[in-house]
């Protein structure tokens, strides 16, 4: 596609259940990102995926929260029994490539609100 | 480690005045420094970035900010601003890692007609 894709745009979801985040990035962008933005913060860093190396999930903030992505195409964050804590914008982002000056394209996010 | 500090979170100014938005910035690596605007409901889009070279670089919709190594500054300016800039401003570093951007709190920019 033209840009990347993040769907559902709006989610609400009842505190316990589950959700499934979608995310596609731009076709030949080896590199994928997952972020968080709170109400009122920063992007706090989820995880990375580069390729078919293994992902950094350094940023992940507990093991509620897992992410997959085939090769280098469509990638999902899925985020067990969530927390009223869990509500956020969560934004997806691909690139060319690593390298710290590889610009990145974020999709427009999902809104997530847990209840 | 990488860390941006982004000294402002809100910033109002009226239209056709100038403005600077401040940023500093950590880093132990190599410095890349970016910003990126995000309109409301949108998602992040790159406003310019400094990878080398010269230090005033200049990106989209006018703006332009000046890398100060002396005194690890990153400040994003516009000479005259419009409505359309009403916006949230985030400053980035690379990562410990070189590949993960660092964000900052971000600054809210509000131009008043």
């Known amino acids: 596609g033209a840009g990347v894709s993040q769907s559902p745009s709006n989610k609400v979801t009842e505190k316990g259940k589950d959700v499934e985040l979608r995310c596609d990035p731009i076709?030949?962008?080896?590199?994928l990102y997952w972020y968080r933005q709170r109400l009122g913060q920063g992007l706090e860093f989820l995880i990375y995926f580069q390729g078919n190396s293994a992902p950094d999930k350094s940023g992940l903030p507990s093991d509620r929260f897992s992410a997959e992505r085939t090769g280098e195409s469509v990638s999902t964050l899925t985020i067990q029994r969530t927390q009223q804590e869990d509500s956020a914008v969560y934004l997806c982002a691909s690139s060319l490539g690593p390298g710290g000056g590889t610009e990145a394209f974020f999709g427009q996010g999902t809104r997530l609100t847990v209840v | 480690a990488q860390s941006v500090t982004q000294l402002d979170s809100q910033v109002p100014v009226f239209e056709e005045a100038p403005v600077e938005l401040r940023c500093n910035y950590s880093s132990s690596v190599s410095v890349y420094l970016f910003w990126y605007v995000q309109y409301p409901n949108q998602g992040l889009q790159l406003l310019l970035k400094y990878l080398s070279g010269s230090t005033l670089v200049k990106g989209i919709n006018g703006f332009e900010a000046e890398f100060n190594k002396s005194q690890t500054s990153f400040h994003l300016r516009k000479p005259s601003v419009h409505i359309s800039d009403t916006a949230e401003y985030f400053c980035?570093?690379?990562?410990?890692?070189?590949?993960?951007?660092?964000f900052g709190k971000g600054t809210k920019l509000s131009v008043i007609p």
């Open positions: 076709s030949g962008h080896t590199a």
């Open positions: 980035a570093v690379p990562g410990a890692g070189s590949y993960q951007l660092t």
